[in-house]
């Protein structure tokens, strides 16, 4: 009979220590302000009036509103290149 008993509470106590371990899983890591860009996180698009506006060619001189899609705090702020293609000449 102590046999039985000792089986039985050891049963329990196993299924109590699963039971703390259930839904427990290695955190992953979040997107932050840690010098990592999270890629998969980044988006634009240009024909989208969300991320340009307003849409379609502009004349020379006309303010346009450039958006970037990233993850939540994972960018602290962002660079546009412009190519001119007439010239061939970058700036930033």
């Known amino acids: 009979m102590?046999?039985?008993r000792k089986i039985r509470f050891l049963g329990l106590l196993l299924l109590a220590m699963s039971l703390l371990f259930v839904g427990q899983v290695a955190?992953?890591?979040a997107?932050?302000?840690?010098?990592?860009v999270e890629w998969g996180g980044l988006?634009?698009?240009s024909r989208d009036?969300?991320?340009r506006s307003p849409s379609g060619a502009v004349t020379t001189g006309t303010p346009i509103r450039l958006r970037l899609r990233a993850f939540d705090n994972d960018l602290t702020s962002a660079s546009v290149r412009v190519w001119?293609?007439?010239?061939?000449?970058s700036t930033v």
Do not use: K, M, S
């Not at 997107?31 to 990592?36: E, G, H």
């Not at 001119?84 to 000449?89: A, E, G, M, S, Y």
């Open 43 to 45: 988006g634009h698009d």
């Open 31 to 36: 997107a932050a302000n840690d010098n990592n």
């Open 49 to 51: 009036p969300l991320y």
């Open 2 to 4: 102590e046999t039985h």
């Open 84 to 89: 001119n293609d007439r010239i061939n000449v």
């Open 27 to 29: 955190p992953t890591q």
